[in-house]
């Protein structure tokens, strides 16, 4: 295989993507880097100001669409997924990004895991795990009737080891790990071999939802938290939200078409350091 068909693997031009969780700060990178190789991109979203602001600031060789809808919601995710297809003929590739924690589903002194209320548990467990499965009954419904297509997850290194602390989200990306296997399987022994599904699982990023627990607000100095993640990272960092594209691309590429059912960490050695 020459440079140009290298190249060419990368070049999304023509292929639509549908993304939940588009406009936080790691989805964000992936939409830019997305409509950067020329992919068509769909993205799902509750509050269509802060998606238009996030499109806005991007350009690229493909095409960027706010789609309203809640990634919870079957009658909005269907309603989206006509509409992406009406816009742009077919979906190939989804990616579920939205997900996240709650401040109440997080022990801490004045919090025991006896006293987290029932709505924080639904919430978290809801957001992240049937906030995966939802939109792949819908949407990998229509890679079924193509007979290809390719489904990314976003799963978080707490899924293999839980943190302390984070209780829910642990439990609730360990489901999405679980989930992506078992429907890597399903679609491709009932539907089609040329149906993926993958996940990533970044590890420590500053996000909008982790930033307080990582670094303190005032001073900007690492928490023990923070500190003791760093300690535990042989690369001695937090991550860059670009750190994540090159394993996103790959999965969502042809270069991996041989590639499914894995969960891919992006994290600097975290999963890797026994502490010693």
């Avoid at 990368?10 to 950067?36: C, E, H, N, P, Q």
């Avoid at 995966?132 to 707490?158: D, F, W, Y």
Wanted: charged share 20%.
């Amino acid at each position: 295989m020459d440079l140009a068909e290298l190249t060419k693997i990368y070049d999304f031009t023509g292929r639509t993507v549908v993304i939940t969780g588009g406009t936080g700060v790691l989805g964000s990178v992936m939409v830019k880097a997305l409509a950067g190789c020329g992919a068509n991109v769909a993205v799902l979203a509750r509050n269509r100001d802060k998606a238009e602001n996030m499109r806005s600031k991007i350009s690229g060789h493909g095409r960027v669409t706010i789609v309203e809808g809640d990634a919870l919601k079957l009658d909005d995710l269907q309603k989206a997924a006509l509409s992406v297809i009406k816009e742009f003929g077919r979906i190939d590739c989804l990616i579920n990004g939205a997900g996240g924690n709650h401040p109440q589903a997080t022990t801490r002194a004045d919090l025991s895991f006896f006293d987290i209320p029932e709505e924080a548990l639904r919430f978290v467990f809801d957001l992240n795990l049937l906030g995966t499965i939802l939109p792949c009954q819908v949407m990998a419904k229509h890679m079924a009737q193509q007979r290809e297509g390719v489904i990314l997850n976003v799963s978080s290194m707490s899924a293999f080891t839980p943190l302390t602390r984070v209780v829910t989200y642990s439990a609730a990306k360990a489901g999405v790990n679980n989930f992506t296997q078992w429907l890597a399987v399903h679609l491709a022994q009932e539907y089609s071999t040329r149906i993926r599904v993958n996940a990533i699982a970044p590890g420590f990023f500053e996000t909008e939802q982790n930033r307080g627990l990582l670094k303190d607000q005032t001073t900007g100095e690492l928490t023990p938290r923070g500190q003791s993640i760093i300690n535990h990272t042989p690369m001695g960092r937090f991550g860059e939200p670009e750190d994540l594209l090159g394993t996103v691309l790959w999965l969502l590429s042809p270069a991996s078409a041989f590639v499914t059912g894995i969960v891919v960490p992006v994290d600097g050695g975290f999963s890797a350091f026994g502490g010693v």
